[in-house]
Antibody, heavy 117, light 108 residues
């Protein structure tokens, strides 16, 4: 059974940093690209970042480029999102999602990030 | 950047048919995927590649895509279909994933 479990969310002040983690199991993690998708309170889904299986290809949404860094450790079956210079508008539930072709067939349960003074 | 446009809300009586649209420039040339999200839960893929269904998704949910509009159709709507629905594509020109703004389906 595929499982994606996010952790690392919390309350942080504007300008602060957080590192999110996603622990994957039930599939060959090293064979799949992985993504982060977020959802602000009462808002829609927003793609944040993608990383290819071997880390050769990394992409970011314009809203986070230069502040967020996606990475992965295939030996640990883990995906990460380092978030720096956080802003109130980064407040959201952050989901780890596994794409197959261009669709997301598995999602984690999400981790809440709140940026507030 | 590529934009997908969905109506904010759609209302339908139980047993009727709901149609949720997703508009985008030449969307008919892209593969469109649809997600259902209920309050407090992660999204669930309900239609992929325009019209295919993952295992476990009822045949009442179907999709189509042509020209400038993709459509998610829910036949014989049930109370349990009440949720937010999102369309999604991959924009090859930017290598970015794009979501529509979401449509709240209300079952009257």
């Amino acid at each position: 059974e595929v499982q994606l479990v996010e952790s690392g969310g919390g309350l942080v002040k504007p300008g602060g940093s957080l590192r999110l983690s996603c622990a994957a199991s039930g599939f060959t993690f090293s064979s799949y690209s992985m993504n982060w998708v977020r959802q602000a309170p009462g808002k829609g889904l927003e793609w944040v970042s993608s990383i290819s299986s071997g880390t050769s290809y990394i992409y970011y949404a314009d809203s986070v480029r230069g502040r967020f860094t996606i990475s992965r450790d295939n030996a640990k079956n883990s995906l990460y999102l380092q978030m720096n210079s956080l802003r109130p508008e980064d407040t959201a539930v952050y989901y780890c999602a596994r794409p197959t072709d261009s669709r997301y067939d598995f999602w984690g349960q999400g981790t809440q990030v709140t940026v507030s003074s | 950047s590529y934009v997908l446009t969905q109506p904010p809300s759609v209302s339908v009586a139980p047993g009727q048919t709901a149609r949720i649209t997703c508009g985008g420039n030449d969307i008919g040339s892209k593969s469109v995927h649809w997600y259902q999200q209920k309050p407090g839960q992660a999204p669930v893929l309900v239609v992929y590649d325009d019209s295919d269904r993952p295992s476990g998704i009822p045949e009442r949910l179907s999709g189509s895509n042509s020209g400038k509009t993709a459509t998610l159709t829910i036949s014989r709507v049930e109370a349990g279909d009440e949720a937010d629905y999102y369309c999604q594509v991959w924009d090859s020109s930017s290598d970015h994933v794009v979501f529509g703004g979401g449509t709240k389906l209300t079952v009257l």
